[in-house]
């Protein structure tokens, strides 16, 4: 996972505050996705991003929660007004401008997100 | 929509056996399927690619076979060990995202 950073690694929040992750992709990468995994669950998209664009949204609920990444600085996903829900892991992973589907995915370590 | 099953759920075998972990997905239309390990509490650390051109992948103890035709792949893990235990996640990509299992769970027993 060496590359992909995620911060926080844990993350608590009580009910109705907010919650920002962050995922600063390899160097290089501008392409970055989020993926979210509740427990006993499998890894379900989010959303993906370019540099200053939202690619594909599909996964992303419709309320409370949104994305950015901009052209400094990390991608956030942002969660608001947080439900014990949303409790869950989530994962960042890049890649690189014009690998396209010769690579694969390098993820982060995830953030473990608890809404008490 | 892309779906992906893994089985089994779980799996617990005595270290030194080998063992194949199963991965089944409904559209054949993908470009690449990954293998990823997790540890618990932990990321996702990527095993092998496979292009969807291509039939197998090896990595040391780690082989991982690929027909497209019929939706399926499998993770071969020969002379196991209590390091490999762990969730295998296998991913198969389409046009934009990844799209994942629910995991194999494997304890190996020393």
């Known amino acids: 996972n060496a590359g992909v950073m995620q911060n926080p690694r844990h993350l608590v929040r009580r009910r109705g505050q907010e919650a920002r992750l962050r995922c600063s992709p390899m160097?290089?990468?501008?392409?970055v996705y989020w993926y979210r995994q509740l427990p006993e669950e499998g890894l379900k998209f989010m959303v993906y991003?370019?540099?200053?664009?939202?690619?594909?949204e599909s996964g992303m609920p419709k309320e409370r929660f949104s994305a950015e990444f901009p052209k400094e600085g990390p991608s956030i996903l942002r969660i608001q007004q947080v439900v014990r829900g949303d409790s869950a892991a989530y994962f960042c992973?890049?890649?690189?401008?014009?690998?396209?589907?010769?690579?694969?995915?390098?993820f982060g370590s995830g953030t473990r997100l608890t809404v008490v | 929509k892309q779906e992906v099953t893994q089985i089994p759920a779980a799996l617990s075998v005595p270290e030194g056996e080998n063992l194949v972990l199963n991965c089944s997905f409904t559209d054949s239309a993908i470009y690449n399927l990954q293998w990823f390990r997790q540890d618990p509490g932990k990321g996702l650390t990527s095993l092998l690619l496979?292009?969807?051109?291509?039939r197998e992948q090896t990595s040391g103890r780690l082989n991982a076979s690929l027909d497209k035709s019929s939706g399926r792949s499998t993770l071969y893990i020969a002379a196991s060990q209590p390091g490999d235990s762990a969730t295998y996640l296998c991913?198969?990509?389409?046009?934009?995202?990844?799209?994942f299992g629910t995991g194999t769970s494997l304890t190996v027993i020393p």
């Open positions: 496979i292009q969807s051109s291509q």
């Open positions: 991003l370019q540099k200053e664009n939202i690619i594909d």
């Open positions: 160097k290089g990468h501008s392409h």
């Open positions: 992973a890049s890649l690189a401008t014009g690998q396209g589907f010769l690579h694969g995915y390098t």
């Open positions: 991913a198969v990509r389409g046009l934009g995202q990844f799209y």
